[in-house]
């Protein structure tokens, strides 16, 4: 075996990936999707319209819903994501109402919902 030829070097040595591929990467495994963080963020501002004590109460709520979601729900089911989403908007367009004083948080069981 004589030496490496310049060929046989840039193929024994691999290649860091690119910023663009350990972003998309990166963003995949990490980041919840722009829907998701639009519907987070409508929470805590509609929940800026209520009083100091609702206000508390609901964000703590939202919170811990999608925090036990962002654990719980396989990134791959996208039926369960969609319906999560469907279901949240409408929970923000009811909170939204002026008349609506707080925010209910009910458990599903998502272990149900999960892809074998």
Known sequence: F????GREKLLAVPRPPTFRAVG?????RIY?????????????????SKSTEDR??????????FRRNAKEVDRKNFL???YLLRRGKKQ???????DTTGLSSFG???????EP
Request: aromatic share 8%; hydrophobic share 40%.
């Open 2 to 5: 004589g030496p490496a030829t």
């Open 24 to 28: 998309a990467v990166f963003r995949r």
């Open 32 to 48: 919840p999707s722009p829907q998701v963080l639009s519907l987070y963020r409508g929470f805590l501002r509609a929940a800026r």
């Open 56 to 65: 508390r109460r609901i964000e703590s709520i939202v919170v811990a819903e």
């Open 80 to 82: 369960y994501i969609e």
């Open 92 to 98: 923000l367009d009811q909170l939204r109402n002026p």
């Open 108 to 114: 599903l069981d998502s272990s149900r919902n999960r």
